[in-house]
């Protein structure tokens, strides 16, 4: 049986209180919207039920299993060999080989989506259906449509999903919304993003239909590129693969059918231009990105300022700042506080529970999907696409 801290509601609020204080909520905000979520929960916590046991399964669940909040009652996997093993190193009770299963087994009130992503849509679906709430890995379908049906169903359900990426609720995100927001940098003119690495070498479905860069890696720069500029308006787009084959370790040689390499151009309105380069062909020294370098993959320029994110969007260090009569770039917000890249499924949990509303939105998830598949569109049709999703813009709190 897994060992976790049974907490009461008051020190629920009290500790959240504390982390809406350092996020700048004010205690007063927090509590007063507290009322009656966490009532719904028994025992002041959210279970949960993680499904996909790979490779990024560890760092969610060293996550997951260190909150007082939160109970991980089963994972999942169709390679039962993988769930067990999870279950065993995180002394989660209960372990099971498909969602079905999973749905009638332990009750949980969170499935938390960690499978490859074509198998996102199919299994986000059957719990919404079984009215679960649902955080899912990027993205939460392959298809617009589909994940119009989903925010729809939670909808119909009166559950809620949410998608990965967690980029928006960074204080460098913050702080770099703030500053657009504050004028300080004149009007936003550009922006720039860049995320790449040599590839995943562990799973096939990365380089088969449904895989490949954008979604994979691009996903990130387009969400933080479109919280801070606004909804993209249309979207050009080239994507290229590199590699006829590809070597990984659970199926050898695979034949590489998804964008390796993708460039992709967003107008947000307004005149104002961004673009995403990401790829599986890039030098991997670049993911030296991290705390303590100033490499920059994210870049605002305006009329009167520009800023650039040290280290990736989804692990950011600071950002920079240059502004007209201080032209040289100062460095701001080193710290990360409680953000952490696979921080997405507790911060909902919280949301789940404080009744305090999310940065991360079904509606951003889903602009950005259309948005990568725009890209995707425009490299097939050779014209420019128009985009009709939006979502609830600027994006701080
Ligand atoms: N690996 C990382 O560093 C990383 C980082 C951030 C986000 N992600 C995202 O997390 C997701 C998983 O990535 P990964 O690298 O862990 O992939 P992975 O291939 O290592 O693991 C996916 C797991 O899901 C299982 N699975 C597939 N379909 C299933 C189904 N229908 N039901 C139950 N289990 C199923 C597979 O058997 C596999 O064990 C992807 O969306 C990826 O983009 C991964």
Same mark, same amino acid.
């Given at each position: 049986?897994?060992?976790?801290?049974?907490?009461?509601?008051?020190?629920?609020?009290?500790?959240?209180?504390?982390?809406?204080?350092?996020?700048?909520?004010?205690? /007063?905000?927090?509590?007063?919207?507290?009322?009656?979520?966490?009532?719904?929960?028994?025992?002041?916590?959210?279970?949960?039920?993680?499904?996909?046991?790979?490779?990024?399964?560890?760092?969610?669940?060293?996550?997951?299993?260190?909150?007082?909040?939160?109970?991980?009652?089963?994972?999942?996997?169709?390679?039962?060999?993988?769930?067990?093993?999870?279950?065993?190193?995180?002394?989660?009770?209960?372990?099971?080989?498909?969602?079905?299963?999973?749905?009638?087994?332990?009750?949980?009130?969170?499935?938390?989506?960690?499978?490859?992503?074509?198998?996102?849509?199919?299994?986000?679906?059957?719990?919404?259906?079984?009215?679960?709430?649902?955080?899912?890995?990027?993205?939460?379908?392959?298809?617009?449509?589909?994940?119009?049906?989903?925010?729809?169903?939670?909808?119909?359900?009166?559950?809620?999903?949410?998608?990965?990426?967690?980029?928006?609720?960074?204080?460098?995100?913050?702080?770099?919304?703030?500053?657009?927001?504050?004028?300080?940098?004149?009007?936003?003119?550009?922006?720039?993003?860049?995320?790449?690495?040599?590839?995943?070498?562990?799973?096939?479905?990365?380089?088969?239909?449904?895989?490949?860069?954008?979604?994979?890696?691009?996903?990130?720069?387009?969400?933080?590129?479109?919280?801070?500029?606004?909804?993209?308006?249309?979207?050009?787009?080239?994507?290229?693969?590199? /590699?006829?084959?590809? /070597?990984? &370790?659970?199926?050898?040689?695979?034949?590489?059918?998804?964008?390796?390499?993708?460039?992709?151009?967003?107008?947000?309105?307004?005149?104002?231009?961004?673009?995403?380069?990401?790829?599986?062909?890039?030098?991997?020294?670049?993911?030296?990105?991290?705390?303590?370098?100033?490499?920059?993959? %994210? &870049?605002?320029?305006?009329?009167?300022?520009?800023?650039?994110?040290?280290?990736?969007?989804?692990?950011?260090?600071?950002?920079?700042?240059?502004?007209?009569?201080?032209?040289?770039?100062?460095?701001?917000?080193?710290?990360?506080?409680?953000?952490?890249?696979?921080?997405?499924?507790?911060?909902?949990?919280?949301?789940?529970?404080?009744?305090?509303?999310?940065? %991360?939105?079904?509606?951003?998830?889903?602009?950005?999907?259309?948005?990568?598949?725009?890209?995707?569109?425009?490299?097939?049709?050779?014209?420019?696409?128009?985009?009709?999703?939006?979502?609830?813009?600027?994006?701080?709190?």
């Amino acid at each position: 049986m897994e060992t976790t801290r049974t907490i009461s509601r008051r020190q629920f609020l009290n500790e959240t209180t504390m982390v809406g204080t350092a996020l700048g909520v004010g205690p /007063n905000l927090l509590a007063a919207e507290t009322n009656s979520a966490a009532d719904s929960f028994p025992g002041g916590k959210i279970r949960v039920g993680e499904i996909g046991c790979g490779n990024v399964s560890s760092a969610y669940l060293t996550n997951l299993t260190s909150q007082p909040f939160i109970e991980v009652v089963s994972v999942c996997d169709i390679i039962i060999e993988r769930a067990k093993k999870r279950a065993e190193q995180f002394k989660v009770s209960n372990a099971y080989p498909n969602i079905d299963a999973m749905l009638v087994g332990a009750p949980f009130d969170l499935l938390v989506n960690t499978t490859s992503m074509p198998a996102h849509y199919p299994v986000n679906q059957k719990a919404l259906e079984a009215k679960r709430h649902v955080w899912s890995e990027k993205p939460m379908a392959l298809e617009v449509q589909e994940a119009k049906e989903l925010l729809d169903l939670a909808k119909r359900k009166g559950v809620h999903i949410w998608a990965a990426p967690t980029c928006v609720t960074s204080p460098q995100f913050k702080f770099m919304a703030e500053t657009i927001a504050s004028g300080k940098i004149g009007r936003v003119t550009a922006g720039h993003g860049a995320y790449g690495h040599g590839g995943p070498t562990w799973s096939a479905w990365f380089y088969e239909k449904g895989g490949g860069s954008l979604y994979d890696l691009g996903v990130y720069n387009v969400t933080t590129l479109t919280g801070l500029l606004g909804p993209a308006k249309e979207v050009v787009g080239i994507t290229t693969t590199l /590699n006829p084959a590809r /070597n990984v &370790d659970d199926k050898g040689e695979v034949k590489v059918e998804a964008d390796e390499n993708t460039m992709l151009i967003m107008h947000h309105g307004n005149g104002v231009l961004s673009h995403v380069q990401t790829g599986f062909g890039y030098f991997s020294g670049e993911r030296l990105a991290g705390e303590g370098r100033r490499l920059y993959t %994210i &870049d605002v320029t305006g009329t009167k300022g520009t800023m650039h994110l040290q280290g990736w969007d989804w692990e950011p260090a600071a950002v920079d700042v240059a502004c007209q009569g201080e032209v040289v770039l100062e460095t701001f917000c080193k710290e990360r506080g409680h953000y952490n890249w696979v921080g997405g499924a507790k911060y909902v949990a919280e949301s789940l529970l404080s009744g305090k509303p999310s940065l %991360i939105t079904p509606e951003h998830a889903l602009h950005v999907l259309e948005v990568m598949n725009a890209c995707h569109e425009s490299q097939r049709t050779g014209r420019r696409v128009g985009v009709e999703t939006g979502f609830k813009w600027p994006v701080f709190g």
